[in-house]
């Protein structure tokens, strides 16, 4: 199903209101090299850096954990703060130049949306504990001067093992070459137009369903050389909140939680978004979020909780 922004709904354009010490040498050149790479000593935790005219995630990211930040540009913000999914990213990119994690991917991690992101940003991460299977890093993400986001991140390395079974059910969408692109997003919020996407299915943000349900095919434009985690991080939290369409008219919905776990590294460029409004009330939802791979396979699973001002 397409969906279309309009006048009398502008369905999608109002919908979510709302120093770095210590950098090892191998993040910094892979981060700092702006896509000419001076050395052949990239660092595999975050990705080669890559050029274009349009500034890519990799290039934005160096920006901000370089020594000479600067706002993120606005065409990664939602309203009045940054992109749920790009602060997460960024936090992550932070917290995997902290510890040596040999080969240990990521596994999950808990994102605690406090307050809003915007202006001169600045990060703080800490390695919580090293364990044989684990390790746990925190990291904050301060916007000027104030705490925005708080987030936990968990790497571990893959290892054998006698259980495997995948459970989880995919949607029934067809491929996404099946969809029409999303061309009108004049009403959208900025960091959409980062995306191709193509609704695949569920319901239209404010439009009454019985349903709370979202399904888009979803690819970044601008993620070239970035580590598939972190673009995938980035990604994760695309989609609008489930709840919104149930709503019949335009109203503020606000990420206040994301809980997130990592199935496997992800591969590819389209990925299947799927959310579900599981249970609203009192102005709060719970939304279950899933992405799936050109494959069929999950390679992300998380759950939100999302405030509704309506």
């Known amino acids: ?76 913000h939602q309203g009045r703060t940054v992109f749920g999914g790009f602060s997460a990213a960024i936090s992550l990119a932070h917290a995997m130049t902290q510890a040596p994690l040999d080969g240990a991917a990521l596994r999950g991690g808990q ?47 893959e290892r054998k093992s006698t259980v495997q079974h995948d459970g989880s059910p995919r949607p029934p969408a067809q491929s996404w070459e099946k969809y029409p692109l999303l061309f ?22 404010f439009s009454s369903s019985d349903t709370p349900e979202i399904i888009w095919w979803v690819k970044h434009l601008h993620a070239d050389g970035l580590d598939p985690l972190i673009a995938l991080v980035a990604m994760g939290d695309a989609l609008p909140p489930a709840a919104a369409t149930g709503l019949n008219r335009p109203a503020p919905l606000s990420s206040v939680s994301w809980f997130f776990d990592i199935a496997t590294v992800p591969r590819g460029e389209w990925f299947l978004l799927r959310s579900f409004s599981e249970q609203a009330a009192f102005g709060y939802s719970i939304q279950q979020m899933d992405l799936w791979d050109e494959s069929g396979v999950r390679v992300m699973t998380g759950r939100q909780t999302v405030a509704v001002f309506a």
């Not at 940003?121 to 890093?137: C, D, Q």
């Not at 987030?151 to 571990?156: H, K, T």
């Not at 009403?187 to 299915?201: E, Q, V």
């Open 1 to 76: 199903m397409a969906l279309h922004p309009s006048a009398r709904t502008g369905w999608i354009g109002r919908l979510w209101l709302q120093s770095l010490p210590g950098l090892p040498s191998c993040s910094l050149r892979a981060l700092l090299d702006g896509g000419r790479r001076r050395s052949s000593r990239v660092c595999p935790q975050i990705g080669e850096v890559m050029t274009s005219s349009i500034p890519t995630l990799v290039e934005i990211i160096r920006a901000q954990l370089g020594p000479a930040k600067g706002g993120v540009p606005a065409s990664w």
């Open 111 to 157: 994102v605690s949306f406090i307050g809003p992101v915007s202006g001169q940003l600045s990060l703080k991460s800490e390695v919580l504990r090293e364990g044989r299977s684990i390790t746990s890093i925190g990291t904050d993400l301060f916007s000027n001067g104030e705490l925005g986001v708080r987030s936990v991140f968990f790497f571990g390395a």
């Open 184 to 205: 009108d997003r004049s009403n959208a919020p900025a960091f959409l137009h980062n995306f191709d996407i193509r609704p695949a299915g569920g319901a239209e943000p």
